[in-house]
């Protein structure tokens, strides 16, 4: 067996949701390229090291390589077969997790996790595909389809990076050997990162039955972070340390917040 605000809104809420950027929802999040290297169809395999073309100061600790990880994630410090999710607030593990669940790439309809170089905004990045994933055992009546983008920003400083989450479509939360049942239920995944020490953080829904799938209430597709993209999650890495950012903002809420001040205006009217 395998593997061990419909609620009253204040005048300066408001005003914050309405000077945000306006969400593109019919954009895509997930970039084109980062696909010139394939990790062939596995369940949680790993790749050996990997250039990404340029080094990245995360937490103090400079790196130049990574893992890619079958399961929804890359390691800075060893490869990671483990495909039940863990508490990323707790682990000693240094790790970016877009989607950290069972991916099984080998049944018929599945893609296989690609990753390679690539350019954004005319600066030199790293992404890794898992585009079209399905998960444990071999099943495909549902597919996920996200991305991690690490891009080089030592145009500020030396070893100064962001990196993306971004998303297109989650159908499916967690595969059969991690208490699912059809990619359903369990222990759902998490999304976040984690130094390997005392910094961490893990997206609002991690482990949250229903909670990151297209239609959930902290679903993935529709949220963004530092971005007018829906489903793009940027985070600034600055002297080491990821900048400090507010919560994820969710296309309902920013709707709930745009009515809400319409009816104010309205009733002052």
Known sequence: ???SLMGSMSVAAVALVLALPALQADAAA???GFNASTLPANDDGSTGLVNMGFSVDFFGVVRSQLYVNNNGNITFDAPLSTFTPFNLSTTNRQ??????????????????????TGMVGGRSAFGVNWVDVGYYFQSVDKLNSFQLVIIDRSDIAAGDFDFEFNYDQIEWETGDASGGTDG??????????????TNSFELAGSAVNGAFLDGGPNALIRGSLNSNVAG???FNVRSGTVVPVPEPLSLALV??????????S????
Do not use: C, H, Q
């Not at 309205?266 to 009217?269: E, F, G, K, L, S």
């Open 1 to 3: 067996m395998k593997k």
């Open 30 to 32: 997930v970039r084109a």
């Open 95 to 116: 790790i970016l997790a877009p989607f950290f669940g069972d991916v099984d790439t080998r049944g018929a309809g599945n893609t296989p996790v690609t990753y390679g």
């Open 184 to 197: 359903l239920g369990g222990n759902s995944a998490r999304v976040g990162w984690s130094n390997g020490a």
């Open 232 to 234: 793009r999650y940027i």
């Open 255 to 264: 709707a709930t917040a745009l009515l809400a001040a319409g009816a104010a």
């Open 266 to 269: 309205r009733r002052r009217a």
